[in-house]
């Protein structure tokens, strides 16, 4: 190839900077359910994800999801519904916790998926009580 060939070609290239590549991505569930679930745990006054009944017989029976304990998640095509099942820490407003997790899934999910989520549904199954905070009440007493 010329000097001139080779400078012509990479004009070309230079002109047109974004070239698609078509490609067949596909996600799994349970690596939507991490994303979720590891977005909801770094919510501050999330204490924890919980199990539902099914989902407990199923850590029980052998089916290990330690990430993405808690999650439940629907696809519908290109749209994504998270249910989450969490524990909260005891003194946090709920509503502000659960507007809080909602938004950092929907945003990590989005992001690193390019799914659209539809609704993140936010369950709170339990309170957690912090034994420190127990112990040191106790200690002042």
């Known amino acids: 190839m010329s000097e001139k060939s080779k400078k012509e070609a990479v004009e070309e290239v230079v002109e047109q900077p974004n070239v698609e590549i078509a490609t067949n991505l596909n996600i799994s569930e349970d690596v939507i359910g991490i994303i979720a679930g590891l977005a909801a745990s770094e919510v501050e006054g999330i204490a924890g994800m919980t199990l ?16 993405s304990k808690g999650v439940k998640i629907e696809l519908d095509g290109k749209k994504v519904t998270i249910d989450l099942y969490v524990n909260v820490t005891y003194g946090v407003k709920i509503p502000d916790v659960a507007w809080a997790a909602q938004n950092a899934v929907k945003t990590a999910v989005e992001t690193m998926t390019g799914l659209e989520v539809a609704a993140v549904n936010i369950n709170v199954q339990g309170i957690s009580f912090d034994k420190k905070e127990e112990k040191e009440a106790e200690v002042a007493e």
């Open 52 to 67: 539902g009944f099914v989902d407990g017989i199923n850590q029980i029976l052998g089916s290990n999801k330690k990430y």
